[in-house]
């Protein structure tokens, strides 16, 4: 059995800190469970890169403190703020945010180690599952009402299984550990360097320590051959600790001491979204193989739109958005040759220079700005940061309008529709081939790429080709990511 770890700052000295702080107030109080809930703010984060707030927050769900605590859990807390270890923004919406919390300045350090030794503690983290549920996974649950085989879908995924249980995915945790503590050390200093994410009401930026953090833990999650794999029940995206590991960090695993590849699907989501644009895939009326809507099982698993007619104008919006794509310059037919080519983020980059003077250097900083454009509320457009969003919508009125109507019932539909769309053709279509045509070779999923051995990238490229074409109506393209350890010396 794997040994159990709590990760904790590694200038906490918990047994002087009790020392000095004497308990008298908590029945049956348990010191590994004081340790759990520091440890939690490493571990939420490392199995949700985009949880914490800008300053750091982590949100700690209180059911599943008083899970794994018991009904206690609340005078630990409050013994942990008393005590100046951590400190919360006491800040919490039932059912929609829970309450924040983070390390005291003090105490923002890098992280150290410490053996769990409560039974019960070992017990339950010895069941490879999740340790804390995403707080998505919390608020967003299917309804009770959804008739769906779970397990019937699980078996779609155990191909991938197969191989995180085989060993031979292995992590230069030296080198993954260096560049992650560099890393942190510029954003520190310069605030220019921060990243950020998307959310419905805007930009959402992300605080450099709980980045370090959930990175380290998810570096040792490697490490030590702690993958749990499972898919969620919103959109059946398969997370692991490789899915949630950050893509730099990721140059420094290897199979058996063989390189892998990963083979992306290229601005996926605006090509994925193809799908969405054709009445054809609601009406369930395409052709020649192409995806229709019915076929996924979980595609309606929870509400999208909010009434028959909500669904219906939907429809006729798309219908009459596909009289544009036949003549050459008009909008669709323009935005499909964008995302064919693979070049929709760059041509996007120019446009927002050209129309609003937003010069970035590299696609990939596009892509959050292209994500504000389509993910985010309809109410956004009015804000100052919305201009992109904006211009997609005076480019792209028609295609724009469809969006927002898809959003209408709730900002998060559009990207659950089109992560579904994705997990249905990734498991459903490319791994269930390749796992027949290659029962020997070593495949694992990011979400809307795979993974292989470098060497059998042509094959599974072809693959996805095929059957992304066959989907969606057309082929799209593709590019591939060898991973390399000297992409992240260059850093360290």
Not at 349 to 365: A, H, S, V, W
Request: charged letters at 25%; hydrophobic letters at 35%.
């Amino acid at each position: 059995m794997t040994r159990q770890l709590f990760y904790i700052p590694e200038n906490i000295d918990i047994d002087d800190i009790l020392r000095k702080n004497p308990i008298n107030h908590i029945v049956g109080f348990n010191r590994d469970k004081l340790l759990y809930i520091l440890h939690l703010l490493a571990e939420i984060p490392s199995n949700n890169k985009d949880l914490t707030n800008e300053d750091g927050y982590v949100p700690i769900n209180a059911e599943i403190l008083k899970q794994w605590i018991g009904k206690g859990y609340s005078d630990y807390l409050t013994y942990l703020q008393e005590a100046g270890i951590i400190e919360s923004d006491n800040h919490f919406i039932t059912g929609i945010k829970s309450r924040g919390y983070r390390f005291c300045a003090k105490y923002q350090q890098p992280l150290k180690s410490i053996p769990v030794t409560n039974l019960t503690l070992l017990k339950k983290m010895a069941n490879n599952r999740q340790v804390e549920k995403d707080e998505d996974e919390i608020i967003a649950k299917p309804t009770a009402s959804s008739k769906i085989d779970l397990s019937t879908i699980a078996r779609k995924y155990k191909p991938i299984e197969k191989w995180y249980q085989s060993g031979g995915l292995k992590i230069n945790d030296k080198l993954a550990h260096a560049y992650n503590a560099e890393i942190y050390l510029q954003k520190k200093k310069d605030r220019s360097k921060w990243d950020k994410t998307i959310v419905s009401k805007g930009i959402k930026w992300k605080n450099p320590y709980a980045q370090y953090l959930g990175t380290h833990l998810n570096i040792e999650k490697l490490r030590r051959g702690l993958f749990n794999p499972h898919f969620d029940q919103n959109v059946f995206r398969y997370h692991s600790a490789l899915t949630s590991c950050k893509r730099e960090i990721r140059n420094a695993i290897n199979y058996d001491g063989e390189q892998l590849v990963a083979i992306d699907l290229s601005n996926s989501q605006p090509t994925l979204l193809t799908l969405l644009l054709d009445d054809e895939f609601w009406t369930n009326e395409a052709k020649g193989g192409k995806l229709n809507s019915s076929v996924i099982p979980y595609l309606f698993i929870t509400p999208i739109f909010s009434n028959h007619n909500s669904f219906t104008n939907s429809i006729t919006l798309c219908k009459n958005a596909q009289n544009n794509r036949i003549k050459e310059g008009d909008e669709m037919w323009n935005y499909y040759r964008m995302v064919s080519s693979g070049n929709f983020y760059s041509e996007f980059r120019q446009l927002l220079k050209d129309k609003l003077g937003l010069d970035f250097i590299t696609n990939e900083e596009v892509k959050p700005i292209l994500f504000t454009v389509l993910f985010t509320d309809n109410r956004f457009i009015g804000q100052e940061e919305a201009a992109p969003k904006r211009l997609f919508r005076d480019i792209f009125p028609k295609i724009y309008e469809i969006t927002a109507s898809i959003k209408r019932a709730k900002a998060e539909n559009l990207p659950i529709l089109l992560q579904r769309v994705e997990s249905y053709i990734m498991y459903y279509r490319i791994v269930v081939r390749i796992t027949q045509e290659r029962p020997y070779l070593p495949i694992f999923t990011l979400h809307d790429s795979v993974v292989t051995l470098k060497g059998y990238e042509d094959y599974v490229e072809n693959v996805m080709k095929e059957e992304f074409g066959n989907c969606l109506g057309f082929s799209p393209h593709f590019k591939k990511d060898y991973w390399h350890g000297d992409k992240l010396k260059l850093v360290v």
